[in-house]
């Protein structure tokens, strides 16, 4: 049997996925604990995801493990960390832990740097 700690790290995963394909990634799915790898699959292409629900904060061991499954230089590896005491309801206001390069090439691509403000 499962411990609460790998119970809430399954549902964590799951909830992602499931919010991941609400947002149109329609084969975004949780991997299963016994595959090394990222914990979601399917999901952004080039995006590595980690989740996690740790009670300890190790925001920079976390990027690391997410970083650690980025393919190539193009890749964009994120955390999302749940905080002690959301429910899966709340998924969609759960933590990204990114790199700030990668957040502002994202940002750039989104359209949200103008042709004066960019580099």
């Known amino acids: 049997m499962a411990s609460s700690r790998v ?7 799951a909830a992602v996925a499931a919010l991941l394909r609400e947002f ?5 799915e949780r ?10 699959v399917n999901g952004i292409a080039g995006a590595p995801i980690e989740v ?9 061991a976390f990027y690391r ?6 393919k190539n230089g193009e ?4 955390v999302v960390y749940r905080p002690n005491g959301a429910g899966v309801e709340t998924v969609g206001q759960w933590l990204v832990i990114a790199s700030l390069e990668d ?5 750039k691509a989104g359209g ?8």
Do not use: C, H, T
Request: proline residues 7%; positive net charge; hydrophobic residues 35%.
């Open 7 to 13: 119970k809430r790290a399954r549902e964590s995963e």
């Open 24 to 28: 149109g990634w329609e084969n975004a």
């Open 31 to 40: 991997v299963p604990a016994n595959r090394p790898g990222e914990d979601i």
């Open 52 to 60: 996690k629900s740790a009670a300890e904060f190790s925001p920079v």
């Open 65 to 70: 493990q997410a970083k650690k499954y980025a």
């Open 75 to 78: 890749a964009v590896p994120f």
């Open 103 to 107: 957040m502002l090439k994202l940002l």
């Open 112 to 119: 949200y740097a103008s042709d004066d403000q960019s580099r």
